[in-house]
């Protein structure tokens, strides 16, 4: 046979055989089961934002979830899934529970095979506790008796309902609160009273913050008694102006702790004038939940210079009126949002209040959540709101903002001015507030005598 013949042969029939094999293996790699690497936050982490918590559970290799498989994940107590993704190609399975009760433990889990690997390798079940932070709820100073119950009352009602507030005009009186009872047939539970006038004020004068009379009136109906301090400082030494604003007085806080500076004397003088006014509230009885040096971050008043010498001013405060023993004081900070870095601290703070004007209910939800989050273990109030005025803005309604979910412990709008165009809260605004039944308004008030 042919040699040529003979090799095309072989190398046909070798082809033909290896063609037609049906004995070749084809092997897949075995993948192992997703390991957990890391969780967020911590089993047994504490001091957890009550609220939507973030759960991150992240493993060794990319994993696979069906979100429609949320359900099936659970969270103990009062908690619920919100919602459980895992976004593209990604090691890390994201959950959003709602844990909405303070100083409570959580636990999550997620069964076993839930969370798959590649080739569908289930990975094991995953537990995690973690709890929520509470409430501060000890006073900074020692309080009288009738304080220590407002505090309570606060401390128990914060979160579950909110206390209907009014700012009183500069005149030392409760008008604007008679308006609302015009408008609605109920008093708000708490009046502000401003001592703004510290300088003016004098016996027979047109303002005499020692008649306690508008104050211990409003006490005696039942009412919840604040108080704030708009203090004037002159706009250069020897001035007889006065002014507030950073940027019409010459006077500079960074100096108020020199002696020898009429800083000094300013600050030192006005500190023990206001505290004699405040022990004639204390000598009455009278809790006073106390709102000075307010919105110091804005930047427009003079205590708002710095953070460090705003923080040294309020701890002086404090000390010297607690040395002066006035312990039915209830200490108010007001934030700017984003100031950490000028609050006094927590021994110093029992409530972290907001202002806010023209803000929709939106939006003082966003805020109340941003002021929760920054200090939740302080309460929260709506320190001041109302209309902005210059942009034509109304305030969101009272109702919205609740359902909003802005929990606020108490709400206050400011008082009009005589003539104003748009009213910071006007008889509709009112009328929605009052008819809530979360709403408390001063014939709900306990009594604290």
Known sequence: MNKVYICFLFIATLFTTISCSTEVEHEIAQVASPTLVSTTPVTGTSGIQSGNVTISLTYDKNVFFASKNKDLLSISNDGSIVSADVIGSSPTLVVVANCPSRNTTYTFSVPEGLVTGPNSMPAPAVEI????????????NTLTAEAQRVYDF????????????????VAWNVEESEQVYQWTGKYPALNCFDYIHLQSSAEGSWIDYGDITPVSQWWNNGGLVAAMWHWNVP????????????????????NAFTEGTWEYQTVNADLEKIAGYLKLLKDANIPVIW???????????????????????????????????????????????????WYPGDEYVDIVGRDLYGNDAADCASQYQTVVSEYGSK???????????????????????????????????????DGAALSHADKEWWQDAMSQSYVITRDQLPSFK
Not at 154 to 169: D, H, P, R, V
Not at 245 to 250: E, N
Not at 294 to 300: K, S, T, V
Not at 397 to 417: I, K
């Open 129 to 140: 506790s973690f709890t929520t932070q509470g409430l501060d709820n000890t006073p900074v």
């Open 154 to 169: 606060l401390q128990e009602t914060y979160e579950q309902k909110t206390i209907s507030g009014m700012m009183a005009n």
């Open 235 to 254: 706009t250069s030494n020897g001035s007889g102006n006065l002014t507030t604003y950073k940027d019409q007085t010459s006077f500079d806080i960074d």
């Open 291 to 341: 709102r000075p040096l307010h919105e110091a971050a804005g930047g427009w008043f003079w205590w708002g210079k710095n953070a460090d010498s705003f923080k040294r001013l309020w701890i002086q405060m404090f000390d010297y009126f607690k040395a002066q023993g006035l312990d039915n004081l209830i200490w108010v900070w007001t934030t700017e949002t984003g100031d950490a870095d």
């Open 379 to 417: 309460m929260v109030a709506l320190s001041e709101c109302g209309a902005y005025i210059d942009t034509n803005s109304e305030l969101g309604l009272l109702s919205e903002q609740w359902n909003a979910g802005a929990r606020w412990l108490w709400f206050m709008p400011w008082y009009d001015n």
